[in-house]
């Protein structure tokens, strides 16, 4: 099927070619000045050529058009580079975080592309998003059309800022359906203080020799058995626990300053971050006993570096939490038998805890840094029906003499 009429600054559809051992991606090309061309781009792999073709094609627009020039017969994918140009600023000036724009990057990459990448902004109304939505729900989960569905909305925003289209379509789009309420996955009390007893175990046991060479002096580092701790009685992220400084905490008054992050920047590798989207500062937070008494043993270690993070690295480095979570946690929760339990199950135990105790959505919320008090609520408090509380005052009501009248 031959490309619609190209509009200047546009590309047409790409298509791929087998040379020997390399891929050529081709297209066309529509200028500035309306001339269509021949462009191609040559590499090793498929997606490496299209990739290729696709960021010579994009800078080849905004050099000619001197800058941003979007109209509503702008395809998608040169709005879509403009927007993620603007958002990569934001990240250098620390408006928003590298996470978020590596989701944004790959939502769009994966998804939004190649379904819409080829249209004009001004095709897509309202029923052809609502469209694509839908039938993404049916392959995909809530969480992952949700993201997409931000990214597309983004997109076309920045596209109604530049007076492309008249109103951003997403925005009427229906509300993607869910999956119902989940049960929130939380251990109990004995449960979490189990992991962290077999844990300790596990730092203790000499690590098995492999193929006669022994790599490691015990089978997991004391680091695993004390972060557990920190995020079972802080309710931390692991990203929030491995950002703690010693200087940040009061032994003496056992309380400590939280709200850092550990966030991979492009280019500058591990930073430490102060708040954020998801993370408040909050200063004075007690920390329980058995806490405290675990930062005073980690004082007396080897590895104690007073000026960097309580659980640091190599010369009291920042550890990154995706490697510290998947190369040192999961296989210790694995090798004891709790394979299934992730480091963020610390912090949904420690709000249903509070819950049964009797604390306030309110207390529990403050606890774990929650802006909205409704995700403490709906994600983060497991219901259980066991509580002495309700128990005496059932018992209570049922006691009442039915001779009473009010």
Same mark, same amino acid.
């Given at each position: 099927?031959?490309?619609?009429?190209?509009?200047?600054?546009?590309?047409?559809?790409?298509?791929?070619?087998?040379?020997?051992?390399?891929?050529?991606?081709?297209?066309?090309?529509?200028?500035?000045?309306?001339?269509?061309?021949?462009?191609?781009?040559?590499?090793?792999?498929?997606?490496?050529?299209?990739?290729?073709?696709?960021?010579?094609?994009?800078?080849?627009?905004?050099?000619?058009?001197?800058?941003?020039?979007?109209?509503?017969?702008?395809?998608?994918?040169?709005?879509?580079?403009?927007?993620?140009?603007?958002?990569?600023?934001?990240?250098?000036?620390?408006?928003?975080?590298?996470?978020?724009?590596?989701?944004?990057?790959?939502?769009?990459?994966?998804?939004?592309?190649?379904?819409?990448?080829?249209?004009?902004?001004?095709?897509?109304?309202?029923?052809?998003?609502?469209?694509?939505?839908?039938?993404?729900?049916?392959?995909?989960?809530?969480?992952?059309?949700?993201?997409?569905?931000?990214?597309?909305?983004?997109?076309?925003?920045?596209?109604?800022?530049?007076?492309?289209?008249?109103?951003?379509?997403?925005?009427?789009?229906?509300?993607?359906?869910?999956? @119902?309420?989940?049960?929130?996955?939380?251990?109990?009390?004995?449960?979490?203080?189990?992991?962290?007893?077999?844990?300790?175990?596990?730092?203790?046991?000499?690590?098995?020799?492999?193929? @006669?060479?022994?790599?490691?002096?015990?089978?997991?580092?004391?680091?695993?058995?004390?972060?557990?701790?920190?995020?079972?009685?802080?309710?931390?992220?692991?990203?929030?626990?491995?950002?703690?400084?010693?200087?940040?905490?009061?032994?003496?008054?056992?309380?400590?300053?939280?709200?850092?992050?550990?966030?991979?920047?492009? @280019?500058?590798?591990?930073?430490?971050?102060? @708040?954020?989207?998801?993370?408040?500062?909050?200063?004075?937070?007690?920390?329980?006993?058995?806490?405290?008494?675990?930062?005073?043993?980690?004082?007396?270690?080897?590895?104690?570096?007073?000026?960097?993070?309580?659980?640091?690295?190599?010369?009291?480095?920042?550890?990154?939490?995706?490697?510290?979570?998947?190369?040192?946690?999961?296989?210790?929760?694995?090798?004891?038998?709790?394979?299934?339990?992730?480091?963020?199950?610390?912090?949904?135990?420690?709000?249903?805890?509070?819950?049964?105790?009797?604390?306030?959505?309110?207390?529990?919320?403050?606890?774990?840094?929650?802006?909205?008090?409704?995700?403490?609520?709906?994600?983060?408090?497991?219901?259980?029906?066991?509580?002495?509380?309700?128990?005496?005052?059932?018992?209570?009501?049922?006691?009442?003499?039915?001779?009473?009248?009010?």
């Amino acid at each position: 099927m031959p490309n619609p009429r190209l509009e200047p600054g546009t590309w047409g559809d790409i298509r791929t070619y087998r040379r020997g051992k390399k891929w050529m991606a081709v297209c066309q090309f529509c200028d500035q000045t309306g001339t269509v061309t021949q462009r191609s781009k040559t590499a090793t792999s498929e997606a490496a050529a299209i990739r290729e073709l696709k960021n010579t094609l994009t800078k080849a627009t905004q050099t000619e058009a001197g800058g941003s020039t979007i109209t509503g017969r702008t395809r998608l994918r040169h709005v879509a580079q403009e927007m993620l140009l603007e958002k990569r600023t934001h990240v250098t000036t620390g408006r928003l975080s590298a996470g978020t724009l590596r989701n944004y990057e790959a939502h769009y990459r994966l998804y939004v592309e190649p379904a819409l990448g080829n249209l004009a902004v001004e095709w897509l109304g309202v029923q052809r998003c609502d469209r694509f939505l839908k039938t993404l729900r049916q392959s995909k989960g809530y969480a992952t059309v949700k993201g997409v569905r931000s990214v597309l909305s983004e997109i076309l925003a920045f596209a109604e800022r530049n007076e492309a289209i008249p109103t951003n379509p997403v925005e009427r789009c229906a509300d993607i359906p869910g999956d @119902g309420h989940k049960r929130v996955k939380a251990l109990t009390a004995a449960e979490a203080v189990r992991i962290h007893h077999l844990l300790q175990k596990l730092a203790l046991e000499p690590a098995q020799p492999v193929n @006669g060479r022994q790599y490691r002096a015990v089978r997991c580092p004391q680091l695993v058995p004390d972060l557990w701790l920190w995020m079972l009685g802080t309710g931390d992220r692991i990203s929030n626990a491995l950002a703690v400084l010693w200087e940040s905490i009061d032994l003496d008054n056992g309380t400590a300053r939280l709200g850092a992050n550990v966030v991979r920047v492009p @280019g500058r590798g591990l930073q430490r971050k102060e @708040g954020g989207s998801k993370s408040a500062v909050v200063e004075g937070v007690d920390l329980p006993e058995q806490v405290t008494a675990m930062l005073m043993l980690r004082q007396r270690r080897e590895d104690y570096y007073p000026d960097g993070p309580v659980f640091a690295g190599v010369n009291g480095c920042l550890l990154d939490p995706s490697n510290v979570g998947s190369k040192k946690l999961r296989p210790a929760l694995k090798a004891i038998g709790y394979g299934h339990v992730s480091s963020h199950w610390c912090r949904r135990t420690l709000g249903s805890e509070l819950n049964a105790a009797g604390l306030s959505i309110m207390d529990i919320a403050g606890r774990l840094r929650h802006s909205d008090s409704r995700v403490t609520e709906r994600s983060y408090i497991e219901k259980r029906g066991g509580n002495e509380r309700v128990r005496l005052a059932i018992e209570a009501m049922l006691a009442v003499d039915p001779g009473q009248r009010d």
